[in-house]
């Protein structure tokens, strides 16, 4: 099973930036896909970004060019590196990690969240 632990988030202006990261760690064989997901108040959780373990990228539109999605395999992390961050972007950002285990399994696994508030 996957442990994933976030960081960072926090409190900025708009037009700000922000980094969040997830270090993974538990027992697997490795991981494949690595994301970011969000969820405003009131409102259904979102894919902001996911990264393959080749390194390709996928973005919600509504980040696109303001985002930017990393990973480092050898540490198990991913990051996350919001800029130009506007009030709408306020929300829970969740880490998750797709696992493979013994004997075929997939397991995917989801950070407690941290809060990233976007205010003046």
């Known amino acids: 099973q996957v442990h994933l632990e976030e960081s960072g988030g926090g409190l900025v202006q708009p037009g700000g930036s922000l980094r969040v990261s997830c270090a993974a760690s538990?027992?697997?064989?490795?991981?494949?896909?690595m994301g970011w997901y969000r969820r405003a108040s009131e409102k259904v959780s979102e894919l902001v970004a996911s990264?393959?373990?080749?390194?390709?990228?996928n973005y919600a539109e509504a980040v696109k060019g303001r985002f930017t999605i990393s990973r480092d395999n050898a540490k198990n992390t991913v990051t996350l590196q919001m800029n130009s961050l506007k009030p709408e972007d306020t929300a829970v950002y969740y880490c998750?990690?797709?696992?493979?285990?013994?004997?075929?399994?997939?397991?995917?696994?989801w950070g407690p969240g941290t809060q990233v508030t976007v205010s003046s």
């Open positions: 990264i393959t373990i080749d390194g390709t990228t």
């Open positions: 998750t990690a797709e696992t493979n285990l013994l004997y075929g399994k997939k397991y995917t696994g």
């Open positions: 538990g027992s697997f064989v490795s991981i494949g896909s």
